[in-house]
């Protein structure tokens, strides 16, 4: 199955400058399988989103269907065919 992932601006430089990314999932996958899905081709987003023990780093948000991962299961949330998972950068200011 397909799941695309929306690709922010500050990210798009490790993904050919692409700002949508359709990768092949198995069925039944979980945002875990599909984050390693995106790894593969493009390796240089791994430390960008997650840490060094595999977990999404503290200022990175991702949406799985509009749904915040926090409230939904965290990596564990299931990805359904054909959804999408936008990564979301925390912006912060002052």
Do not use: C, W
Not at 71 to 91: F, K, M
């Amino acid at each position: 199955m397909h799941v695309l992932f929306n690709i922010p601006g500050p990210l798009r430089e490790f993904t050919e400058n692409r700002s949508n990314v359709r990768v092949e999932v198995k069925e039944g996958a979980d945002l875990r399988e599909a984050l390693q899905a995106l790894f593969v081709p493009y390796p240089g987003l791994q430390d960008r989103v997650l840490t060094e023990s595999g977990e999404i780093r503290r200022h990175v948000n991702i949406f799985v269907a509009r749904e915040d991962i926090r409230y939904t299961g965290g990596l564990a949330t299931p990805v359904l065919a054909g959804a999408e998972v936008s990564i979301v950068p925390a912006i912060s200011g002052g």
